[in-house]
């Protein structure tokens, strides 16, 4: 996760998995090229990598491919969640005064840990734990989301709003 907006006004933070999405595409098109190499000699094959190719590269593409920005709005007192993939755009909102903080959820796979942020609503009809992203990943970039947004609600505290 990315900020790429911090001000004593605003704070946002976005998730754009670029490098996923290449590999998805590269993963994709090595399939795709062994079917069409394939295809002349062994066609029942060739046909099966090619659809597979595609079909995975979709199917991963859909599943996994999404941007996420997340915009907390001092001056509007509105948290906004947005959320792009191939299936459409979603947004969410909130009272930014009924945030209490960002926290990291953990998922336990095996012998490795993944991570995704989430934020913690006390009041308002949502009351509760909600995530960022759907998906968990490894990395840091969930810790630097919690502590950039923690920070950030920290000097709505202690600062009077702007003018």
């Known amino acids: 996760m990315k900020i790429t907006r911090n001000t004593p006004d605003q704070l946002i933070i976005e998730n754009n998995p670029l490098w996923l999405a290449i590999f998805i595409s590269v ?3 090595v399939f795709v090229g062994v079917g069409l190499v394939t295809i002349r000699t062994e066609p029942g094959t060739g046909i099966a990598f090619l659809l597979g190719g595609l079909v995975m590269g979709g199917g991963f593409t859909t599943a996994f491919i999404r941007r996420t920005q997340l915009i907390l709005d001092r001056p509007r007192n509105l948290v906004e969640l947005r959320r ?6 979603r ?3 909130w009272d930014l005064h009924d945030l209490d903080q960002a926290l990291v959820e953990t998922s336990h796979s095996g ?3 993944t991570y995704r942020a989430a934020l913690h609503f006390s009041g308002g009809m949502d009351a509760g734990t909600h995530p960022i992203t759907l998906v968990y990943s490894s990395g840091s970039g969930a810790r630097r989301a919690e502590t950039a947004i923690n920070e950030w609600l920290a000097t709505l ?4 709003p702007a003018a």
Request: hydrophobic share 25%.
């Open 157 to 160: 505290d202690s600062a009077p």
């Open 91 to 93: 947004q969410r909102s």
């Open 84 to 89: 792009k993939s191939l299936l459409g755009y």
């Open 111 to 113: 012998d490795t840990n």
């Open 27 to 29: 993963f994709s098109l």
